[in-house]
């Protein structure tokens, strides 16, 4: 195998099947390094659809990966963290841990909602109050504490760090554009959890320099929840990402129903995260039970063939 293009060609062909999305409208790619390899990666994870800066991450990858193994091999997509530059464990820094099988994750509205979930058995649910009126947050964020308490959910509250860690919530949700204005030390100190967002390579590579307890991967599926800035990135791309991540708890978010449980579950994620499926179904608490009941058939099944 010769050319940059032969090599780009060998790694699109060995992952359109699993990793491709249609790529989007780009103008002629940025190399930052003359090396074949990465040179060779980078146009094909663009050729695949990832982003700009998801193909940088990965070619700068594949260029460590080829310099590990000491072979090009195209049909191995990176997914050891050393390759990707990520630190080895254990971290002095790293937040506190929480389990690595969250389970069924309610993704909830106000503290009535929490109540009423965390009742009905669901295991981590999340405050995701969206308000700008600090009164109101403060209200919402001490009514769900108080909701789990006496119940098993551990509770997440979404954006508002200084009202979960006044109020002593389990931990804290927080996407990649709300970074900048969360005081970490302040979270880690207080000992609550926290859980990241991320759409990609490049952002779980963020969040991971941050040691979180878990790492959110989505959008999965196409949602109509939300605007997301990234297209869906399918089940394919979702086990390349927990192939990457493996020592985090990792919870996959985005259109996420019943009927897809297994498809996301095999990618070996540890906890699947819905909004719509819980609170748009027309009995809540028989979808909880329904949910929960798919989720442990799965697990079971996947033990008997692991002891088999
Ligand atoms: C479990 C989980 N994963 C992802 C999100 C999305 O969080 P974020 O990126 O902060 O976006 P908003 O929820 O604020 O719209 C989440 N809330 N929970
Ligand atoms: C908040 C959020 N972040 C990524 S996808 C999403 C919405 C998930 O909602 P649904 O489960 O209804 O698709």
Known sequence: MTSHHDMAQAIVSAHQATLGLTPQV?????????????????????????IEIDAECLA????????????????????????????????PDAFASCPKQLGLYAVLPDAAWVVRMARAGVPTVQLRFKS??????????????????????RLFINDHWQAAIAAGAYGVHLGQEDLGAADLSAIRAAGLRLGLSSHGYAEM??????????IAM?????????????APQGTGRLAAYARLMRDYPLVAIGGIDGGKLPEVLASGVGSIAVVRALVAAAQPEAAVAKLKAEMQAWMATQEAIQMS
């Open 26 to 50: 780009r103008t002629a790619p940025a190399f930052s390094s003359e090396a074949p390899v990465y040179r060779a990666a980078k146009q094909a994870c663009l050729d695949l659809g990832f």
């Open 60 to 91: 700068h990858a594949w260029q460590a990966m080829t310099l590990r193994t000491g072979h090009f091999s195209p049909a191995d997509w990176p997914a050891d963290p050393q390759d990707f530059g990520m630190r080895a464990w254990p971290r």
């Open 132 to 153: 700008g009126d600090a009164q109101a947050v403060e209200r919402e964020v001490r009514a769900a504490v108080e909701a789990v308490k006496g119940t098993d959910a």
């Open 205 to 214: 590579l963020r969040a991971d320099r941050l040691s979180p307890s878990y």
């Open 218 to 230: 989505g959008a999965v599926f196409p949602t109509t929840l939300k605007q997301m800035a990234t």
